[in-house]
């Protein structure tokens, strides 16, 4: 495992869970590195080492950063290499060796967390023999496992910005405006469970609610009302508002 954050330590739980022996965790963070080997009785050597310990597959997990430029790091070489990155292509490791492929975890990933939750994997390899490989090792870690090219891997990440990084914006933004208003933000979490099951069992094109949806103008004159003092929320209201109106053909 090459990695010593969010998406190592989750996968590595996770690997280890399903009956797979980590031999090695190196990081830049050699600290970090050490703590997270030690867990797994594993060893660790400084990421630019001349060499690695001998293993099936080496999991790049660094960040997307660290994909600038893999073939700097010698111990990869001439080995199985898969990088765990949703918009970077996985000819990125064309340089380092002549066996690569991609094991795109789609989940929001935290290390704070001993609850591993379902990890779907988009997976894909330079040959349909590295693929094989790269897909029979992820069947082992999920029952959700697909193969994806570059930029159906690249669209799958797109969609899960919206879905997760700006949904969770938009609940950081009504907590804000809770606070300031004196209400408690808990009493919004039973309608967050209960749109978070709807979409999953139906299309959220057909669930969608609201005063937008019912030409309701009264009420959205009077939620703008309410959105004075917060001109950045209102702004995202009558955008948001206005996305609604648009896709459903309202007036």
Same mark, same amino acid.
């Given at each position: 495992m090459l990695g010593s954050g969010n998406t190592a330590t989750v996968l590595l739980k996770l690997i280890t869970k399903n009956g797979h022996q980590v031999v090695q965790v190196v990081s830049r963070n050699e600290e970090n590195a050490k703590a997270l080997a030690s867990a797994y009785n594993a060893s660790t050597v400084p990421l630019y080492a001349p060499q690695f310990a001998a293993a099936d597959i080496y999991i790049f997990a660094l960040n997307d950063a660290?994909?600038?430029? +893999? $073939?700097?790091?010698?111990?990869?070489?001439?080995?199985?290499?898969?990088?765990?990155?949703?918009? /970077?292509?996985?000819?990125?490791?064309?340089?380092?060796?002549?066996?690569?492929?991609?094991?795109?975890?789609?989940?929001s990933l935290t290390k704070f967390t001993d609850d591993i939750?379902?990890?779907?994997?988009?997976?894909?390899?330079?040959?349909?023999?590295?693929?094989?490989?790269?897909?029979?090792?992820?069947? /082992?870690?999920s029952d959700k496992v697909t193969e994806a090219n570059d930029l159906e891997r690249l669209n799958y990440h797109v969609a899960a910005i919206f879905v997760n990084n700006f949904t969770n914006h938009l609940y950081a933004l009504a907590e804000l405006?809770?606070? !300031? $208003?004196?209400?408690?933000?808990?009493?919004?979490?039973?309608?967050? $469970?209960?749109?978070?099951?709807?979409?999953?069992? !139906?299309?959220?094109?057909?669930?969608?609610?609201? +005063?937008?949806?019912?030409?309701?103008?009264?009420?959205?004159?009077?939620?703008?009302?309410?959105?004075?003092?917060?001109?950045?929320?209102?702004?995202?209201?009558l955008k948001l508002t206005e996305s609604i109106i648009k896709h459903h053909g309202k007036r």
């Amino acid at each position: 495992m090459l990695g010593s954050g969010n998406t190592a330590t989750v996968l590595l739980k996770l690997i280890t869970k399903n009956g797979h022996q980590v031999v090695q965790v190196v990081s830049r963070n050699e600290e970090n590195a050490k703590a997270l080997a030690s867990a797994y009785n594993a060893s660790t050597v400084p990421l630019y080492a001349p060499q690695f310990a001998a293993a099936d597959i080496y999991i790049f997990a660094l960040n997307d950063a660290a994909l600038e430029q +893999p $073939e700097n790091i010698p111990g990869l070489r001439g080995k199985l290499v898969v990088h765990t990155a949703g918009a /970077t292509p996985m000819n990125v490791l064309k340089e380092l060796t002549s066996t690569y492929g991609v094991m795109y975890p789609l989940q929001s990933l935290t290390k704070f967390t001993d609850d591993i939750p379902q990890i779907p994997f988009l997976v894909d390899g330079n040959s349909k023999d590295t693929l094989n490989i790269i897909s029979k090792f992820a069947a /082992t870690l999920s029952d959700k496992v697909t193969e994806a090219n570059d930029l159906e891997r690249l669209n799958y990440h797109v969609a899960a910005i919206f879905v997760n990084n700006f949904t969770n914006h938009l609940y950081a933004l009504a907590e804000l405006f809770c606070k !300031n $208003e004196n209400i408690d933000f808990s009493f919004l979490y039973p309608l967050i $469970e209960e749109t978070a099951k709807r979409v999953q069992h !139906n299309s959220p094109f057909l669930t969608q609610t609201g +005063p937008a949806m019912r030409d309701d103008i009264f009420t959205l004159n009077r939620h703008l009302q309410a959105l004075t003092s917060a001109p950045n929320l209102k702004y995202i209201y009558l955008k948001l508002t206005e996305s609604i109106i648009k896709h459903h053909g309202k007036r």
